[in-house]
């Protein structure tokens, strides 16, 4: 498995600020990943951030508002920019590891708890 | 696109009863699939997985779930039902993407344990 702690754990924001989420592993991983969990709803992925590289945004995600840095393998971070309301959610980060029997799995991170106001 | 339907919002059981929490998959190739469980106020642990091995897999804290092909399904089962079993449950399925695993998830299944 994977130990990955994120900070803050929760926030609660005015609307207008930005807030940066950091995730770190205990170890070297290549992909990390940030997902969002919007109040009774499901995950969905963000963006996937290579150390070195641009991050990967999916359809309806934009760097400008989710600005993410990978500086090195064990650490990323993601701002959610300009925040409303509508950020109310849950950040969660997640790793890519292999398995005691050498499969890729994804290990996933506590959890950020935002409320904005 | 790969796709995950769970059936039931809310499942509820007595403590000792089976537990069912039903999923079904969308995939055009053989996929990957996944049982996560989020306890209340922390994040997703993995539950189990199957990846084209076994098509019955046994996870943690007593689960197992069965892949069906012909059904497009993996249902997860327990049972007996715990108090402590009470947390909401992602099915997910994976699809490859430029060289990683992307995760799509269920919408999820809250479990209530009564005693």
């Known amino acids: 498995s994977a130990v990955i702690s994120q900070k803050p754990s929760r926030d609660i924001c005015q609307r207008g600020t930005s807030l940066t989420i950091q995730c770190q592993v205990d170890s070297q991983v290549t992909m990390m990943f940030w997902y969002r969990q919007q109040p009774g709803q499901s995950l969905t992925l963000i963006a996937t951030?290579?150390?070195?590289?641009?991050?990967?945004?999916e359809s309806g995600f934009v760097i400008d508002k989710f600005p993410i840095s990978r500086p090195n393998l064990t650490f990323s971070t993601l701002t959610v920019s300009n925040m409303s309301p509508e950020d109310s959610s849950i950040y969660l980060c997640?790793?890519?590891?292999?398995?005691?029997?050498?499969?890729?799995?994804?290990?996933f991170g506590p959890g950020t708890r935002l409320l904005v106001l | 696109a790969q796709s995950v339907t769970q059936l039931g919002s809310h499942v509820s059981v007595s403590e000792g009863a089976l537990v069912l929490l039903r999923c079904n998959y969308s995939s055009s190739v053989p996929p990957y699939l996944f049982w996560y469980v989020q306890y209340p106020n922390q994040g997703l642990q993995l539950l189990l997985k199957?990846?084209?091995?076994?098509?019955l897999v046994k996870g943690i804290n007593g689960f197992e779930a069965e892949f069906k092909k012909s059904e497009t399904s993996f249902h997860l089962t327990k049972p007996s039902a715990h108090m402590s079993d009470a947390a909401e449950y992602f099915c997910?399925?994976?699809?490859?993407?430029?060289?990683?695993?992307?995760?799509?998830f269920g919408t999820g299944t809250r479990l209530l344990v009564s005693p």
């Open positions: 199957y990846t084209s091995a076994a098509t």
């Open positions: 997910a399925v994976s699809e490859e993407n430029t060289g990683f695993q992307k995760l799509v």
């Open positions: 997640s790793v890519e590891r292999q398995d005691q029997q050498g499969q890729e799995t994804q290990y």
């Open positions: 951030a290579n150390q070195g590289s641009e991050a990967t945004y």
